[in-house]
């Protein structure tokens, strides 16, 4: 028997089949295109995005390895916080915002207002900011009213391709914890607060734990996309975390590195954090590992940043790393604030912040992207620092994603924070993390935890370079200003 995971990002959709051993049996990638109208403007097209979905699913459904190993059941790795609105027979009326979609500062402002930040963080684990689900749908209704009310729900990819495929519209804990309007202590929506928002409550789908049965496949998607017709549909997880449990970062202490479009990391918790986080912009959500809380650090200046700057560089990637290999030990002579895209919990209207400075004549591509990678590295080291400071402490980052492919930032990474950095030998950790999901929804699996320590592996580690790492600290400290600064 085989598992299937869907890996459901707003830039591509990845599918991936695994033995119940952890083996990869087959995979594929489609990519959905972005369109950005305007400055700051970040939609998809769900159509797209869905003939993606079920394209993908169709050729792996279809490779030779899984007619002799059929699968038993889907779930899903979910970019969550991103809604659309949904016509009651599944049609969709509207494109995706992604989450760097700057629109909505003013709708985010009045419901944050509603309470506390502390309130707020012991309520719901995070601020409602522009990219909160509810702060969506508001935006929509403000914006788009006739839209709104032919909506019968606002639905993140979870739960459009679980409507989709089994029929029912089910969000799992971590994903629908991403709304204002969930309610950490008891893991289903708030009434309360769904009145407070003035939310239209018909618009929130039904919530189940993670690796939660769905139900089986509709007949006729089955039929569609070729699977066995009894394949259970399992509720999976909010992408960053499904992430965390295919790079088997599901205990205290591990940080699951996402360096990918986005530099973002996550960390699993007790209940009981720190309410400090609040003011550092960082949320807590339900988590599918052991401890059923991890917080999130987000950072949009990732790899979007490097291939864009790669790009107006004319740098291939190759060239990138053997330019890479000279470098010498400390930082060059270009400083960067990567600051591009402006952070989830700050208002657009604060500016984006991102500078290049010591840029001369002499300068090349390498340089260039050298000193964004830094930035990168550094503003990790100051998110690290910031939660050392809160009692939380990293013992070990456990990395993903193209970024960790390259060895000298991963290196540079274990060198200024002083943390070890694993860097996981799934290629997908994202889709297999879901696909384990789907084993313990299935039963394949006892538990997330026992799964993860038997299936997943490290290629390689970094140990870090002290002496090298301390003369980072000027780049680190020029950074910090600047995040004080805005």
Request: net charge negative; proline share 7%.
């Amino acid at each position: 028997m085989s598992l299937i995971g869907s890996d459901l990002g707003s830039s591509a959709i990845k599918v991936g089949a695994y033995a119940h051993d952890g083996r990869a049996l087959a995979s594929t990638k489609r990519v959905v295109p972005a369109y950005r109208p305007a400055p700051g403007h970040s939609e998809v097209d769900v159509f797209e995005s869905r003939e993606a979905f079920l394209s993908a699913l169709r050729e792996v459904a279809a490779d030779p390895s899984l007619q002799a190993d059929r699968p038993v059941a889907i779930s899903f790795s979910s970019s969550g916080r991103e809604v659309f609105p949904v016509a009651e027979d599944g049609t969709p009326l509207g494109r995706c915002l992604m989450t760097s979609d700057t629109r909505g500062d003013e709708v985010a402002a009045r419901t944050a207002a509603r309470r506390s930040p502390e309130d707020w963080q012991r309520l719901a684990g995070h601020v409602p900011r522009r990219m909160d689900p509810v702060n969506r749908a508001l935006w929509w209704r403000a914006t788009h009213p006739e839209t709104a009310a032919r909506a019968r729900w606002f639905m993140n990819w979870h739960e459009y391709y679980a409507l989709l495929m089994s029929g029912r519209p089910v969000v799992d804990w971590s994903d629908a914890g991403t709304w204002a309007t969930y309610d950490v202590s008891t893991g289903g929506w708030s009434a309360e607060r769904v009145t407070e928002t003035g939310i239209d409550p018909k618009w929130l789908p039904e919530i189940q734990p993670n690796g939660t049965p769905i139900g089986p496949i509709l007949p006729a998607v089955a039929a569609d996309l070729g699977l066995p017709p009894e394949t259970l549909i399992v509720t999976g997880a909010f992408d960053t975390y499904a992430a965390s449990v295919g790079s088997a970062a599901v205990d205290p202490g591990i940080v699951s590195l996402a360096c990918g479009t986005w530099n973002s990391f996550n960390m699993p918790v007790n209940l009981g954090w720190p309410a400090e986080l609040v003011h550092d912009g960082i949320g807590v959500y339900p988590h599918p590992g052991p401890t059923g809380f991890g917080l999130l650090v987000t950072n949009p200046n990732g790899m979007a940043v490097i291939d864009w700057a790669r790009s107006l560089c004319n740098l291939s990637i190759p060239d990138l790393e053997a330019g890479l290999a000279k470098a010498g030990p400390g930082p060059g002579h270009i400083f960067a604030n990567p600051a591009f895209t402006p952070q989830p919990h700050v208002s657009a209207a604060a500016g984006f912040g991102a500078s290049l400075s010591g840029v001369t004549l002499a300068a090349t591509g390498v340089d260039i992207v050298r000193a964004l990678l830094e930035g990168i590295a550094c503003e990790l080291s100051l998110s690290l620092q910031q939660l050392r400071r809160r009692g939380i402490e990293a013992r070990l980052i456990r990395a993903t994603g193209g970024g960790s492919k390259n060895a000298w930032f991963a290196q540079l990474m274990a060198d200024v924070t002083g943390i070890p950095v694993e860097v996981v030998a799934q290629d997908e950790p994202g889709a297999f993390g879901a696909a384990i999901l789907a084993g313990v929804g299935a039963g394949v699996y006892e538990s997330v935890s026992s799964a993860v320590a038997e299936l997943v592996s490290v290629s390689r580690r970094y140990e870090p370079d002290l002496e090298r790492g301390a003369r980072y600290a000027d780049v680190c400290r020029r950074l910090a200003a600047a995040g004080t600064a805005r």
